[in-house]
């Protein structure tokens, strides 16, 4: 059965860190692009972050420099390290895997999503 588990999310004080985790289970994450998107309320749903299957990353400019993405083959697990946190990343992230090795296209599995809240 594929299946993606999140987690790794929380409160934070701006200008903390987190580090998201999404285990994959029921295929090789080697093989797709995985991305990071987030969905705040009463915003559009944001691609935040890709991995290609090729390893090339890809970053939306409001995370670019604060944000990195990686994959360890052997966990099957992608990250998402979160420096500098802001309150406007406050969201819920979800990890996906994109139909394609490279970052364009849809998504065909996602998982549940975790809260990250940026708050003094």
């Known amino acids: 059965q594929l299946q993606f588990v999140e987690s790794g999310g929380g409160l934070v004080q701006p200008g903390g860190s987190l580090r998201l985790s999404c285990a994959a289970s029921g295929f090789t994450l080697r093989y797709y692009a995985i991305t990071w998107f987030r969905q705040a309320p009463g915003k559009e749903r944001e691609d935040i972050a890709c991995l290609s299957a090729g390893d090339a990353p890809n970053y939306a400019d409001s995370v670019k420099g604060r944000f990195t993405i990686s994959r360890d083959y052997a966990e099957n697990t992608v990250y998402l390290q979160m420096n500098s946190l802001k309150p406007e990343d406050t969201a819920i992230y979800y990890c996906?895997?994109?139909?394609?090795?490279?970052?364009?296209?849809?998504?065909?599995?996602r998982g549940q999503g975790t809260q990250v809240t940026v708050s003094s």
């Open positions: 996906a895997r994109r139909t394609r090795s490279y970052c364009i296209g849809p998504y065909d599995y």
